[in-house]
């Protein structure tokens, strides 16, 4: 009876000892920060906004021309590009600001009327 009583004593010891050393050998370790060449700074992405906003006030115009205008080389701007879309935070910001310009010029065209459209006759 004393030998099952050791004997269970130690199992439980031992799987205790087991438990414990796989929680402290399996902590979650801690995630790796965003590299720095992956980071937006705040010029560059009200660049990228103003960019947008540009060819989406003025449909005439074409990336390379609203480039052409800051004096900043496709390749950069598709850098600047890939950054943002790799931040879905950002990409949110982008959305939101683009999404209020465009508020803000249709709430400055002039009202049109419009004309109903007539059903179409039943067969």
Known sequence: MVSRVIGMVLGVGAVGALVGALMFGLQPEAQEPVPAADDVSASELQLYIDVYAEL?????????QALARRSMPLSEFRGIERRVQKQERLVRKVREALLAQAKARGEQLPAVAVKPVPAAPAR
């Open 56 to 64: 989406q006030g003025d449909h005439a115009v074409t990336l390379d």
